[in-house]
Structures are given as C-alpha cells and as structure tokens.
C-alpha cells in the first residue's frame, strides 16, 4: 500500500473538478431520473426529504455544455463561501503587509525554537475547538499564510501546514458531540435528544485526535529541515507595540466571529463584513494609509483567487446531479441493499453510503437533510439504534470531508498551501484507516451497550 501511495499521481483539481462535473453529467444519461418529496422543517427553516416519496420523474440529461454551465452556477451557490474567503484573505494580507505578523512569528519561534514540536498538538487543539465546536473549514483558508510562516520558520513543511489546521478541524468535526451542522442537526432530524451521547462521543474524539495529530507529528519530525529564516517586511525592527495592537485586533475579530456565529447564527456575509472591517482597522493601526491598505487588500484578492473558487467548482458536480435529477436516484440505490444486512453490517454499510453521498453531496447539512430522513425509518425497521445512525451520518459524511476532491474547502486550503492533492491523500489514507476503523469500532461499541 505504502509503495501504490508513493505512485499516487492527481491531476491540477481544476482538471479533476471538471472531469467529475462531466461525470456526473454522463450518469444523468445513465440513471432514470427520480425524486424524494422534499418539505421545510418548521423548526430547522430548511427543506427535507419525506421518506418513502421517491418517485421517478421526467427524464432531464445534461449536455455537455449544461455541465460547463454548471461551473458558474457552482460560483452563485457557493457565492457567500467564495466572497468571504475573499474578504479574510484581503484582510490578512492588510495584517501581513504591515510586518506585525511576521515580526510576530518571528518572536514566536525564536522562543520555541527548541521545542518547535510541540507547536503542532498546541495549533492542532485551537483548530480542532473551531472544528468541533462550528464545523470551521473555510475560515481557515486565509490563516494558512500565516501558518506557512510559522511552520516554515520552525523547519516543517507546509502538509504540517494544512495538516494541523484543516485536517485536524475536519477530524474534530466528524467526531464532535456537539457540532451544531453535522451531530446536532442529524439528531434534529432523527428525533433524537440534543447533546445525548455526548460523553460516548467526547471518549471517541479524544482517541480520534490524538491518532490525527500523532500521525502530523511524525511526519513533522521526518520531514523538518533547517528553519527558514525569513526577513521582515518592515525594517529590521523587532517586535512592538504597534504589532502587538494589529495581532491583538486579530484575535479580537476571531473572539467576535466565534461569538456571532454561535450567539447570533451569523452567517459568511457578517463573517465576511467583520474581517473586511478588522482588515481596514488593521491597516488604519499599522501606518499602510487608504492607499496602502487597499493595494494590500487587493494582493490578498488576487492571493486567494485559486483557493476561493475552487470551492464553486467543486460545488458544479452537485448542481449537474440535480439538474440531471439523479442525485436521489443514487442515494436511493445505496441504501436498498442495506435493508437485507444483519444489524452490525447495516451500520457499518450506512458509514459507506455516507462516504459515497458526501463526493456527491459536499455539504454535511445538505446530505443530512437528504440521507437521515431516509435512513432512520430504515433503520427503526432494522431495530437499529437511531443514535447508532446518527454516529454512522457523523463517521461517513465527516470523514469524507478529508479526502474527497469535492470539498472545495479542503481544496482551497490545498492551494493556498501549495500542497499538491496527491501529496495530501498519500499523507492522509493511512490515518484515514485507521479513524474509519475507529468510528467503525465507536459504532460496534454503541450497540453493545444499547446507546440511545
């Protein structure tokens, strides 16, 4: 396997995007054509599917051409995500230009310079809290320069980069007891209660993270060379006070993003706002003028052009499944073998329909609203714990989001990192096994001892 790996050779993901837009568009001649009833849930304000609804359709093939049409209408669904993404790379780089960021790395690493390895299980928890706690992803597209100069300046590689910023959040987030898009919202949907089985969860992430970050630690350690030292951009002045206020409205910002998003269900467009706001604040303290700051915020544009809409291309490969009017007609035949597997099975098959979903469906709240509604009378007629269904949604979904060519964050956070898709899936599949057979043992343990 280690040798195969090494061979793993992927196309630039714009290439491998298109291929699967046109993919799908190829099954929508295929498939029959088919759909589930879908109806608003009154109290999740948003459309799910009503069980045993499906039913087949009018035949709607997509050419060619509506498969490249579809690129730019992945662009208006993803336009909050891709504008966003915009915004906190210009206002980073507003950060970067005025020197304190990297005059505060450098102080950073001059101090743990001997002890750089613990730097990464520090990073690592501050991401997986984001992940755990609102499934972060994209926000972390625009730290990844400044992760770069701290990794870089302590001799790693940019993988450890990526790594210990969206992989760990994304090994948090499919672990989460409490993650309000992924846990939280399959139990909403399965009439379970909020929060339960938060303990057997917790147990479960712990062993999850520390797999995750161990694996990141040692490829740290075989791959650190001789630390980078890198000049600062303003003058060779050490680290002020002046710097110290623009880090501090740094941390400031991420305080009231964390807070508007899980106090007041802010949204990309106030998150966007926001770090637009701490960019000009930024420039406005760090002596950049008008001028300067927009010239700054137009390189961080222009910086996170690839990253930023790689995440609509990734979304084309849904949209031509809709348009095709296939996209249930595959979740539909997924799961009509599972009704003949024995309980154990049935679960576990449930973690690879999910896996399989996910390519299709990259948004962990859209394939809730489409698979749990599905599933769950399934599994009440297969006398499977609805709670073991939810664990099954989390394992599956979650961990696709670290592999899968269609999660245009993971994409994006590739690209702004420099980190070859290739080169993260060698990286990532032998921790991958070994957290799919955790949550494979997380759900045996779970109907064992009758989780509900």
Not at 78 to 106: C, E, H, K, N, P
Not at 173 to 190: G, R
């Amino acid at each position: 396997m280690r040798e195969l790996l090494r061979r793993l050779r992927f196309p630039h993901p714009l290439v491998l995007l298109v291929i699967g837009a046109l993919l799908a568009a190829v099954l929508t001649h295929i498939l029959p054509a088919g759909e589930y009833r879908r109806v608003e849930d009154p109290v999740l304000k948003r459309l799910v599917v009503v069980p045993d609804s499906y039913a087949p359709v009018a035949a709607s093939p997509v050419s060619l051409f509506g498969a490249l049409v579809a690129i730019p209408k992945g662009m208006v669904d993803g336009a909050s995500i891709i504008f966003f993404i915009f915004l906190i790379g210009g206002a980073f780089s507003v950060v970067d230009q005025t020197g304190a960021l990297r005059r505060g790395v450098d102080w950073l690493a001059r101090r743990i310079d001997t002890r750089a390895l613990l730097v990464i299980p520090i990073v690592s928890v501050c991401f997986a809290v984001g992940g755990g706690l609102e499934n972060m992803e994209e926000e972390i597209i625009a730290l990844v320069p400044a992760l770069l100069l701290l990794v870089r300046r302590l001799g790693f590689d940019a993988l450890t980069a990526a790594a210990m910023s969206g992989g760990t959040a994304m090994v948090a987030a499919s672990f989460s007891p409490v993650n309000p898009f992924q846990v939280l919202l399959a139990q909403q949907l399965s009439a379970v209660p909020a929060l339960s089985g938060a303990g057997f969860r917790t147990a479960f992430l712990a062993i999850a993270l520390a797999i995750w970050i161990g694996w990141t630690m040692r490829h740290a350690r075989r791959t650190r060379t001789q630390p980078e030292r890198e000049p600062s951009t303003q003058g060779s002045g050490g680290f002020s006070l002046r710097d110290g206020v623009v880090l501090g409205l740094v941390i400031a910002g991420f305080a009231v993003f964390i807070l508007g998003v899980t106090r007041f269900g802010w949204d990309f467009d106030q998150d966007g706002a926001l770090f637009f706001a701490v960019g000009v604040l930024a420039g406005w303290i760090g002596g950049l003028g008008l001028s300067g700051t927009a010239t700054a915020f137009a390189k961080g544009f222009a910086d996170m052009a690839m990253a930023a809409l790689l995440v609509g291309f990734a979304r084309s490969i849904s949209v031509v499944l809709m348009d095709g009017k296939v996209l249930d007609t595959i979740v539909r035949g997924l799961l009509a073998p599972v009704a003949s597997f024995p309980l154990t099975a049935a679960a576990g098959a449930m973690v690879g329909v999910h896996l399989t979903v996910h390519v299709l469906v990259p948004s962990v709240s859209g394939q809730a609203a489409l698979t749990m509604p599905v599933m769950v009378p399934l599994a009440d007629l297969l006398g499977l714990s609805r709670q073991v269904v939810v664990l099954a949604y989390q394992y599956g979904a979650g961990l696709c989001e670290l592999f899968t060519p269609t999660n245009g964050a993971l994409m994006a956070i590739l690209a702004a990192a420099g980190v070859g898709f290739g080169q993260w899936l060698r990286f990532t599949i032998p921790a991958l096994v070994a957290l799919l057979g955790l949550g494979l043992l997380a759900i045996g343990v779970a109907i064992a001892i009758g989780l509900t």
